[in-house]
T-cell receptor, first 110, second 115 residues
Framework: DAKTTQPPSMDCAEGRAANLPCNHS???????VYWYRQIHSQGPQYIIHGLKNNETNEMASLIITEDRKSSTLILPHATLRDTAVYYCIVGDMGRRALTFGSGTRLQVQP | DAGVIQSPRHEVTEMGQEVTLRCKPI?????LFWYRQTMMRGLELLIYFNNNVPIDDSGMPEDRFSAKMPNASFSTLKIQPSEPRDSAVYFCASSFQDREVETQYFGPGTRLLVL
């Protein structure tokens, strides 16, 4: 699986957009980009995934660069409940297991 | 849907004792995963099953750890004998094979403390 690089921590003001970057420069053509988050003391929660195109769901948007070497998760209007560790994961469909890195700790400030 | 169910939620035991963690996956899911999370090592995959069959157990730390899935609705992770370094949060997750991408649903975890 391709390795990912994320900043260890970020702050965001409540109500503002939170933009979480991820570098995955060694990603291969059949690998997806997944984002999960882990709120304190809970199990990780799936947020969104993408292959080439930008994606949006009720939780977030995922912007993937054209060369696929990096992506950005966007929480459009961050709330205090979005404070969590956000994991960017790259993996192909053939291997079901996900490899979690250290993630980005997002602190949403009131 | 009740989600992935794990029991117990907390376990405190003494070194040398046997510990059994339990997991009930989401109904209809045919993949089940066991993860361990510590401050030092983060979230690590221990083992995963497909249709009750172990597929990859390369993450199991040593012979003291064993996992079983006797049927589609139940799995156990056993540690015997337990050691203080096994103290961690153990998560179970499940997913559905028919999806083209890997969307795993995690349980609330079991917090294990070995004294």
């Amino acid at each position: 699986d391709a390795k990912t690089t994320q900043p260890p921590s970020m702050d965001c003001a409540e109500g503002r957009a939170a933009n979480l970057p991820c570098n995955h420069s060694t990603i291969s053509g059949n690998e997806y980009v997944y984002w999960y988050r882990q709120i304190h003391s809970q199990g990780p929660q799936y947020i969104i995934h993408g292959l080439k195109n930008n994606e949006t769901n009720e939780m977030a948007s995922l912007i993937i660069t054209e060369d696929r070497k990096s992506s950005t998760l966007i929480l459009p209007h961050a709330t205090l409940r979005d404070t969590a560790v956000y994991y960017c994961i790259v993996g192909d469909m053939g291997r079901r297991a996900l490899t979690f890195g250290s993630g980005t700790r997002l602190q949403v400030q009131p | 849907d009740a989600g992935v169910i794990q029991s117990p939620r907390h376990e405190v035991t003494e070194m040398g004792q046997e510990v059994t963690l339990r997991c009930k996956p989401i109904s209809g899911h045919d993949y089940l995963f066991w993860y361990r999370q510590t401050m030092m090592r983060g979230l690590e995959l221990l083992i995963y099953f497909n249709n009750n069959v172990p597929i990859d157990d390369s993450g199991m730390p040593e012979d003291r750890f064993s996992a079983k899935m006797p049927n589609a609705s139940f799995s156990t992770l056993k540690i015997q004998p337990s050691e203080p370094r096994d103290s961690a949060v153990y998560f179970c997750a499940s997913s559905f094979q028919d999806r083209e991408v890997e969307t795993q649903y995690f349980g609330p975890g079991t917090r294990l403390l070995v004294l």
